[in-house]
């Protein structure tokens, strides 16, 4: 069992910057993709961005040139540094974990954590 831990969400002014944390705990296999999705409500959960245990990366293109995600292997751990935030960019932010092993694909989420754009 693997248990994803989320930091870093709250409030900022818009054009301001926010990085979240996320700390995959228990076995994690090598071949694995960690990803952030967004969700407001009302609206359906969304990818923001993913970055493969090859460091391969891809992002919306809501937040292309404006966030970057980027991650740790040694620690399991992924992050996302959003910058030039803007209003529609408030929402919960999850963590996604998907690894893979022997043709099977195990994924996990975080618990989500807050991100408010406001003046």
């Known amino acids: 069992q693997v248990q994803l831990v989320e930091s870093g969400g709250g409030l900022v002014q818009p054009g301001g910057s926010l990085r979240l944390t996320c700390a995959a705990l228990g076995l994690v296999f090598d071949d694995n993709t960690m990803a952030w999705y967004r969700q407001v409500p009302g609206k359906q959960r969304e990818s923001v961005a993913e970055i493969t245990n090859l460091e391969v990366s891809k992002y919306a293109d809501a937040v292309r040139d404006r966030f970057s995600i980027s991650r740790d292997n040694a620690k399991n751990t992924v992050y996302l540094q959003m910058n030039s935030l803007k209003p529609e960019d408030t929402a919960v932010y999850y963590c996604?974990?998907?690894?893979?092993?022997?043709?099977?694909?195990?994924?996990?989420w975080g618990q989500g954590a807050q991100v408010t754009v406001s003046t």
């Open positions: 996604n974990l998907q690894m893979r092993m022997g043709g099977r694909t195990f994924e996990y």
